[in-house]
T-cell receptor, first 109, second 113 residues
Framework: DAKTTQPNSMESNEEEPVHLPCNHS???????IHWYRQLPSQGPEYVIH???SNVNNRMASLAIAEDRKSSTLILHRATLRDAAVYYC??????????FGSGTKLNVKP | DSGVTQTPKHLITATGQRVTLRCSPR?????VYWYQQSLDQGLQFLIQ???????AKGNILERFSAQQFPDLHSELNLSSLELGDSALYFC????????????FGPGTRLTVL
């Protein structure tokens, strides 16, 4: 079964990079890796997604291990507004989604 | 504002009752997803519809059902409610529904007493 594991919480200083890890050892070849974040009292918000290659967008970068069993979401310069729960998600069986338990990111000023 | 609307925002009901949650996707989006977020189970994918047809099914209970109408809005029906059904229910929409970005609504908080 599709599954992701993430640390419960992480802390970062403002203006510093943050690396949020995710393990997905049961990933299969057609499973996509998605990251969403959820700010307090809001619905989740898309961050980034990828299949095999590393991906960059204006919000973050996604580094995917060569064996695809793990990935890392990289926020290049954390701001106070980045404090949220970050979910690592597998899109499997074409269109089903497994949400991990999420990492609560605390950003210190 | 994601452009996805959900009604009602809050719903309080009793065990054994039936409720309907409504979702209006972003203009132009054909795909609707439903999720349940509870304290003990986290976020769980329930079901996806694409252009009126069921496309994918997740951990949706038999007491729950959904549909997507010709105008693309969707409804999630929850029946024979139990205390454990208390949760936040999110709807998300996407343009196509494969690797598209999903845009989440603000959620409906259901409390079953």
């Amino acid at each position: 079964d599709a599954k992701t594991t993430q640390p419960n919480s992480m802390e970062s200083n403002e203006e510093e990079p943050v690396h949020l890890p995710c393990n997905h050892s049961t990933i299969s070849g057609t499973d996509y890796i998605h990251w969403y974040r959820q700010l307090p009292s809001q619905g989740p918000e898309y961050v980034i997604h990828g299949l095999t290659s590393n991906v960059n967008n204006r919000m973050a970068s996604l580094a995917i291990a060569e064996d695809r069993k793990s990935s890392t979401l990289i926020l290049h310069r954390a701001t106070l507004r980045d404090a949220a729960v970050y979910y690592c998600i597998l899109r499997y069986n074409f269109n089903k989604f497994y949400f991990g338990s999420g990492t609560k990111l605390n950003v210190k000023p | 504002d994601s452009g996805v609307t959900q009604t009602p925002k809050h719903l309080i009901t009793a065990t054994g009752q039936r409720v309907t949650l409504r979702c209006s996707p972003r203009s132009g989006d054909l795909s609707v997803y439903w999720y349940q977020q509870s304290l003990d189970q986290g976020l769980q994918f329930l079901i996806q519809y694409y252009n009126g047809e069921e496309r994918a099914k997740g951990n949706i209970l038999e007491r729950f059902s959904a549909q997507q109408f010709p105008d693309l809005h969707s409804e999630l029906n929850l029946s024979s409610l139990e205390l454990g059904d208390s949760a936040l229910y999110f709807c998300a929409s996407a343009t196509r529904g494969d690797t598209d970005t999903q845009y989440f609504g603000p959620g409906t908080r259901l409390t079953v007493l």
